[in-house]
């Protein structure tokens, strides 16, 4: 059982930036992938961001290309969303999800684990 645990998030103004951070444990998910997907109010949740284990290919929907980044640090076991030139538009809450199979997905019902969610705010 793969377990994510969630940090950072907040207020920001519009052009701000926050790091949002997912340390995972649990069984190696090396042939795996890890995601951010967010959810506004009354709205779907919507990926933000894809990193496969092997590669580190790494795959963003046009809202949040060149703006956002999303990385790991093995040594620390974390999973990163470095997010700039944040948007009024940006704000929800924001989960970092894994998936066993190998391959980049932004599809929230091809990921099998989830963190508890972080709000993120941000104000015009």
């Known amino acids: 059982q793969v377990h994510l645990v969630q940090s950072g998030g907040g207020l920001v103004h519009t052009g701000g930036s926050l790091r949002l951070s997912c340390g995972y444990s649990?069984?190696?998910?090396?042939?795996?992938?890890m995601g951010w997907f967010r959810q506004a109010p009354g709205k779907e949740r919507e990926f933000v961001a894809a990193?496969?284990?092997?590669?580190?290919?790494?795959y963003y929907p046009d809202s949040v290309k060149g703006r956002f980044t999303i990385s790991k640090d093995n040594a620390n076991n974390t999973l990163y969303l470095q997010m700039s030139s944040l948007k009024p538009e940006d704000s929800a809450i924001y989960y970092c999800?894994?998936?066993?199979?190998?391959?980049?997905?932004?599809?929230?019902?091809?990921?099998?684990?989830w963190g508890q969610g972080t709000q993120v705010t941000v104000s015009s």
């Open positions: 999800a894994a998936r066993r199979v190998e391959g980049l997905s932004g599809r929230a019902n091809e990921y099998d684990y």
């Open positions: 649990g069984p190696s998910i090396s042939s795996a992938a």
């Open positions: 990193i496969a284990w092997s590669d580190l290919a790494t």
